[in-house]
Nanobody
Framework: QVQLVESGGGLVQAGGSLRLSCAASGNIFSVETMGWYRQAPGKQRELVAVATSDGTTNYADSVKGRFTISRNNANNTVSLQMNSLEPEDTAVYLC??????????????WGQGTQVTVSS
C-alpha cells in the first residue's frame, strides 16, 4: 500500500517563504506525474504545479515565478518551494502522484494535505 505524507505547511507573513515536501511509502517502481494541488475554503481544488517523469513542469498562472516544484525520482519525493507568498495562497495543499506503478497495480494517490496560511 502506498501512502503520501506532506510536511512543511504553517503560518507565514505575506512576502515570506515556505517549502512543502511530500514523501511516499511503499514499494514503488515509478511515478508518472507528481504534483501539488490546493483547496481554499469554499473553493474548488486547483492545480498548483506538476512535474512529469521526463522533467516537464507546469504551473498555475497565479504562482508562476513564485513557486518551484522539484521531484526526486530516486526516493519518490516532491517538493514545492513557495516564495513571495500572498494571502490568496492560503489553502490546504495536497500532493498527488499519478500513475504510480507498484508490483500489484498502477493507480493515483493523494496525500492528506497540509495547511498553509499567509497573513497580510
Amino acid at each position: 500500500q502506498v501512502q503520501l505524507v506532506e510536511s512543511g505547511g504553517g503560518l507565514v507573513q505575506a512576502g515570506g517563504s515556505l517549502r512543502l515536501s511530500c514523501a511516499a511509502s511503499g514499494n514503488i517502481f515509478s511515478v508518472e506525474t507528481m504534483g501539488w494541488y490546493r483547496q481554499a475554503p469554499g473553493k474548488q481544488r486547483e492545480l498548483v504545479a506538476v512535474a512529469t517523469s521526463d522533467g516537464t513542469t507546469n504551473y498555475a498562472d497565479s504562482v508562476k515565478g513564485r513557486f518551484t516544484i522539484s521531484r526526486n525520482n530516486a526516493n519518490n519525493t516532491v517538493s514545492l518551494q513557495m516564495n513571495s507568498l500572498e494571502p490568496e495562497d492560503t489553502a490546504v495543499y495536497l500532493c498527488n502522484y499519478e500513475r504510480v506503478r507498484t508490483w500489484f497495480r498502477t493507480r493515483d494517490y493523494w496525500g492528506q494535505g497540509t495547511q498553509v496560511t499567509v497573513s497580510s
